[in-house]
């Protein structure tokens, strides 16, 4: 249990007041692992940046019935507004940038077809991945306290992400001698931006000049080669830190800038 106490994403909610019977597998947590009461509190959330307090009214083996109160705001998301595009790495590492990119707070994660990607997502293949990215930031989001969840779209070309480039500050990560350092960069806290990073072999020469001819940014996060999935957790915690220099900007979930997304077609569960 995290300090935000028990916390469970279901996809809909009734109305204040309504009862619930809880999903099994939720149910099945709440009874054999959790084994929580009857009068016991939980909190539900749907991903719309509310938070829902419950109560535990009848158990049943694992049929659970909960009572519904009234939502409330969840917890203020980190500025600025992020957009992840990050390319494709093998399953446990592109899993775990996930994972922690919902924790730290970023809005939407972008799998991205680079060249030198040493995976790939077959078509017939993409719905079942999509529903486990999905799941994964549900779980980061029930740990952290965390009400939204990030919108995580399908496998995209680089040529889709240059469209949308103008709609961000876009900051393309990269090693070359001519990145200025990431901390260097002034950020503002309501200006989104769309931080690109590269695959295990890194971006082609080619990659790196087309995103800069779109209008990204070329930065560094040190003189040591970082990992994949090392370079986009520290360039969205440094991203976050440079926007609030001057002192904790957040924005409550509920009116947070709402930036193009770098695709229109992706889902958001």
């Given at each position: 249990m995290s300090r935000h106490g028990h916390r469970f994403y279901v996809a809909e909610l009734p109305p204040p007041g309504a009862a619930l019977a809880l999903?099994?597998?939720?149910?099945?947590?709440?009874?054999?692992?959790?084994?929580?009461?009857?009068g016991?509190?939980?909190?539900?959330?749907?991903?719309?940046?509310?938070?829902?307090?419950?109560?535990?009214?009848?158990?049943?083996g694992e049929s659970i019935t909960v009572r519904l109160g009234q939502p409330v705001p969840g917890r203020p998301l980190p500025c600025p507004p992020i957009a992840l595009a990050q390319s494709l790495l093998k399953h446990d590492h592109f899993e775990l940038v996930i994972q922690k990119a919902t924790e730290l707070g970023v809005?939407?994660?972008?799998?991205?077809?680079?060249?030198?990607?040493?995976?790939?997502?077959?078509?017939e293949a993409v719905s079942g991945r999509l529903d486990r990215?999905?799941?994964?930031?549900?779980?980061?989001?029930?740990?952290?306290?965390?009400?939204?969840?990030?919108?995580?779209?399908?496998?995209?070309?680089?040529?889709?992400?240059?469209?949308?480039?103008?709609?961000?500050?876009?900051?393309?990560?990269?090693?070359?001698?001519?990145?200025?350092?990431?901390?260097?960069?002034?950020?503002e806290p309501e200006t989104p931006v769309l931080l690109l990073v590269g695959p295990e072999g890194g971006w082609t020469p080619g990659e790196v000049e087309r995103l800069r001819a779109a209008g990204a940014e070329l930065a560094s996060l040190g003189p040591l080669v970082l990992?994949?999935?090392?370079?986009?957790?520290?360039?969205?915690?440094?991203?976050?830190?440079?926007?609030?220099?001057?002192?904790?900007?957040?924005v409550p979930p509920a009116e947070e800038p709402r930036p193009a997304r770098p695709v229109s077609s992706g889902e958001r569960r």
């Open positions: 999903p099994r597998e939720t149910a099945r947590q709440v009874a054999r692992v959790l084994r929580l009461r009857p016991d509190a939980v909190t539900l959330f749907t991903g719309d940046g509310f938070d829902v307090p419950a109560t535990i009214e009848s158990m049943q809005q939407w994660i972008v799998p991205l077809l680079a060249q030198r990607c040493v995976v790939a997502v077959k078509p990215w999905r799941r994964i930031a549900i779980e980061a989001a029930e740990q952290c306290g965390r009400a939204s969840l990030p919108a995580i779209e399908p496998p995209r070309r680089l040529d889709e992400i240059e469209a949308t480039i103008g709609s961000y500050r876009a900051i393309l990560l990269w090693e070359g001698a001519e990145a200025q350092p990431l901390a260097a960069l002034e950020l990992r994949s999935e090392t370079a986009a957790l520290a360039a969205i915690a440094q991203a976050q830190a440079l926007a609030t220099r001057h002192g904790p900007v957040a």
